[in-house]
């Protein structure tokens, strides 16, 4: 598989077809391009397990449900980098309910980044402007650089077992 580099609306456009769709990007391009499918030598050879592939699809519809909200109003109304890093805390929250209070434990130097109440926050360190996260019981610090927010957006995500792709949409919406 080749590595493309695209523009953040088309990467976003394509994942959004091709998830309303139901298929792969791959698969999407084919048809738009009118290009018939000649699999890799490899990919002949390849055994698959049920294994990998349910946990191939169970990424791909997390990737593609998350490119869905990015597209959607609950995102897009949002027009400040702290609306959005809100809002992607809080599809979080929704998505990995179950896990979401594991990243209790991130804190930088001084501060702690996410807590249980904005008091926690406050007393960690000065001018953190806690925030409460979207559909949650937790407190997030707000008051810290575009490329801050992206660092503690990145270590939460890794924190919540996301795969690569989906925290780099992540990362790349905070603009």
């Given at each position: 598989?080749r590595e493309l580099a695209l523009d953040d609306d088309v990467f976003y456009y394509v994942l959004g077809r091709s998830?309303?769709?139901?298929?792969?990007?791959?698969?999407?391009?084919?048809?738009?391009?009118?290009?018939?499918?000649?699999?890799?030598?490899?990919?002949?050879?390849?055994?698959?397990?049920?294994?990998?592939?349910?946990?191939?699809?169970?990424?791909?519809?997390?990737?593609?449900?998350?490119?869905?909200f990015l597209e959607s109003a609950k995102f897009l109304v949002h027009g400040n980098v702290l609306g959005k890093?809100?809002?992607?805390?809080?599809?979080?929250?929704?998505?990995?309910?179950?896990?979401?209070?594991?990243?209790?434990?991130?804190?930088?130097?001084?501060?702690?980044?996410?807590?249980?109440?904005?008091?926690?926050?406050?007393?960690?360190?000065?001018?953190?402007?806690?925030?409460?996260?979207?559909?949650?019981?937790?407190?997030?610090?707000?008051?810290?650089?575009?490329?801050?927010?992206?660092?503690?957006?990145?270590?939460?995500?890794?924190?919540?077992?996301?795969?690569?792709?989906?925290?780099?949409?992540?990362?790349?919406?905070?603009?």
């Amino acid at each position: 598989m080749r590595e493309l580099a695209l523009d953040d609306d088309v990467f976003y456009y394509v994942l959004g077809r091709s998830g309303a769709l139901n298929q792969t990007p791959s698969v999407l391009l084919r048809e738009v391009f009118q290009l018939s499918r000649r699999p890799p030598a490899a990919a002949e050879k390849a055994v698959h397990t049920p294994t990998a592939v349910t946990q191939e699809s169970g990424t791909s519809q997390r990737t593609r449900k998350f490119a869905e909200f990015l597209e959607s109003a609950k995102f897009l109304v949002h027009g400040n980098v702290l609306g959005k890093f809100l809002a992607i805390l809080g599809w979080l929250a929704a998505e990995f309910e179950q896990k979401f209070d594991s990243i209790l434990g991130h804190s930088g130097r001084k501060r702690i980044y996410v807590g249980r109440s904005a008091k926690e926050l406050d007393d960690s360190g000065r001018s953190v402007m806690p925030k409460k996260i979207p559909g949650t019981n937790f407190w997030v610090v707000t008051n810290n650089s575009t490329e801050m927010k992206r660092r503690m957006l990145e270590e939460f995500m890794r924190t919540l077992g996301c795969d690569r792709p989906i925290t780099q949409m992540a990362i790349d919406a905070l603009h």
